[in-house]
């Protein structure tokens, strides 16, 4: 599986308004137009400015109390404490939002944790199972309980409405960093910061390193509805059009299960069309490729090189899979010095959009080890 787990379908949730609100009230905060010590007006009266309900007014306030930004002194008003660069100065705790805990995000995680450790900042975790109206909750709850910024994998590949998603966790109010997602089609300007592994980029490489290797014509056997389906399978689709492979013949299939008897089809396929090597879409597809070639009596590499898309477990099936190895703690670490940025310089910190190109991790299952093996020994 390639960050796959879990599925959700339903309407895009919005922010409680008392989030939007605050966001508000902080970003006037931020340019100043109530500079510190200033009283706030009363709270009837931002209710009546915002158009909003007094308890939308009262929790948005206790939100920024909370954060250290605003201060109520009884029997006086609400009082402007500190402005939000300036609380950001020294950030100490940092709510990290994934949709699982599992299988790919447990080094993405160990980046991110090893990089607030440095800053002597707290990591507060929470997990979402991929439901977005659950992100969302718990989104909200990271910041009530002091998150200053948020480190979020969101839910996005089977959403009917991913940039609402997105907006509505924006709408939360603090300082945001998305990991392994990129918005869907985003306006030239669009700020939002990320980083995220250029799998168009993966795929193709894995292509490329196939025909290196003398295979001339190469399927592909992907899984599908994962949150990197589309671009893993874009970026073998890349190669064809680039003539990396033939598209003669072409072998693509994907599916979102590959039982044995599809796997043993596909190899069937594979002989009659003269294809020599495959890129799966995950690691276990991978696996499962290579036992199909060992029922059909036929070898890897030798008869078929296969290369998998992740390197999860790649290296434990039969014949080791060569393997694309998205950067996964460099991305958790990248995502969180990012955010730790922003925080502490404040409105003015410059928005980061970084994509990072994964490795090919060489093992016995595309061939390269046995032709650097025999080349060895021709020069002996």
Not at 26 to 50: C, D, F, M, N, S
Not at 77 to 94: I, Q
Not at 110 to 115: D, K, L, S
Not at 242 to 253: G, K, P, V, Y
């Amino acid at each position: 599986m390639s960050d796959t787990e879990g599925s959700w379908s339903g309407t895009a949730p919005t922010a409680p308004k008392y989030l939007a609100l605050a966001g508000t009230l902080r970003g006037a905060i931020a340019v100043g137009r109530w500079p510190l010590g200033a009283r706030l007006p009363v709270e009837r009266e931002l209710a009546h400015q915002h158009q909003v309900a007094l308890n939308t007014v009262r929790r948005a306030v206790a939100l920024l109390c909370r954060e250290g930004l605003l201060e109520r002194r009884q029997g006086s008003g609400t009082y402007v404490l500190a402005r939000p660069s300036e609380r950001g100065a020294k950030p100490d705790v940092v709510g990290v939002l994934v949709p699982s805990t599992t299988y790919y995000y447990p080094r993405v995680l160990e980046g991110i944790e090893r990089a607030l450790s440095a800053q002597d900042v707290r990591m507060m975790l929470s997990c979402a199972a991929y439901d977005p109206a659950e992100e969302l909750r718990q989104a909200e709850r990271l910041v009530a309980s002091g998150a200053q910024g948020l480190i979020v994998v969101p839910t996005l590949h089977t959403n009917p409405d991913p940039v609402a998603h997105l907006a509505a966790l924006k709408a939360v109010g603090v300082p945001q960093v998305l990991v392994e997602r990129i918005p869907p089609s985003p306006a030239p300007d669009d700020d939002t910061e990320y980083v995220a592994t250029d799998h168009v980029a993966g795929a193709y490489a894995a292509v490329r390193h196939l025909r290196d290797l003398g295979h001339e014509r190469v399927g592909y056997l992907g899984r599908s509805g994962t949150a990197s389906s589309a671009s893993v399978g874009a970026g073998f689709d890349a190669a064809v059009t680039a003539r990396i492979t033939s598209a003669d013949n072409l072998l693509r299939e994907e599916s979102d299960s590959w039982p044995a008897e599809s796997f043993d089809a596909f190899v069937r396929t594979c002989a009659d069309r003269g294809v020599t090597a495959v890129l799966c879409l995950g690691d276990r597809e991978g696996a499962g490729l290579e036992a199909a070639v060992h029922r059909a009596g036929r070898r890897v590499p030798g008869d078929l090189a296969v290369v998998a898309y992740d390197d999860e477990v790649a290296d434990l099936a039969e014949v080791p899979l060569t393997a694309v190895r998205p950067p996964k703690e460099e991305l958790g670490r990248l995502a969180a010095q990012l955010l730790l940025r922003r925080l502490r310089l404040g409105p003015s910190a410059a928005r980061h959009q970084v994509r990072i190109k994964p490795a090919i991790i060489v093992r016995d299952s595309c061939g390269a080890r046995l032709s650097t093996q025999s080349l060895s020994l021709l020069a002996v």
